[in-house]
């Protein structure tokens, strides 16, 4: 299997059965912090994995690969690198919004009998 297929398999069509799911609650303003995550995601990830690959600890097929290189990384590990966290941004932010978003339940309350006490026309010789 190509890494492309892979990512269309495994994050891709996660990613679109999502953003289906949710597309009521969805909106620009609630995927923007998405948007910094992607930016750190990528400043984090990139220099450690072009480094493990140029050292020789892990390698890509050739022959599963697109070919297209930025440094020692084919494309698709870049792609893998935001889509992933596209995948688990969305999942996460619609966990998040349902979890804070509930307003507490409110049980009904029985109404508390007071106790007072008799006053002396009330109380039997």
Do not use: H
Request: net charge positive; hydrophobic share 50%; aromatic share 14%.
């Amino acid at each position: 299997m190509t890494y492309a297929r892979f990512l269309g398999i495994f994050v891709v069509l996660p990613i679109l059965f999502l953003l289906v799911r949710y597309r009521r609650t969805l909106s620009w303003r609630g995927l923007a912090p998405m948007g910094l995550l992607l930016i750190v995601v990528y400043a984090a990830t990139s220099p450690w994995d072009n480094m493990a690959v140029k050292w020789g600890l892990w390698g890509f097929d050739p022959e599963r690969i697109w070919g297209v290189k930025l440094g020692w990384l084919p494309l698709e590990e870049y792609l893998f690198f935001g889509l992933q966290t596209l995948l688990v941004g969305l999942w996460a932010r619609d966990r998040l919004e349902r979890v804070l978003g509930r307003k507490p339940v409110v049980q009904e309350q029985k109404p508390v009998r007071v106790e007072r006490a008799l006053g002396p026309r009330e109380v039997s010789p």
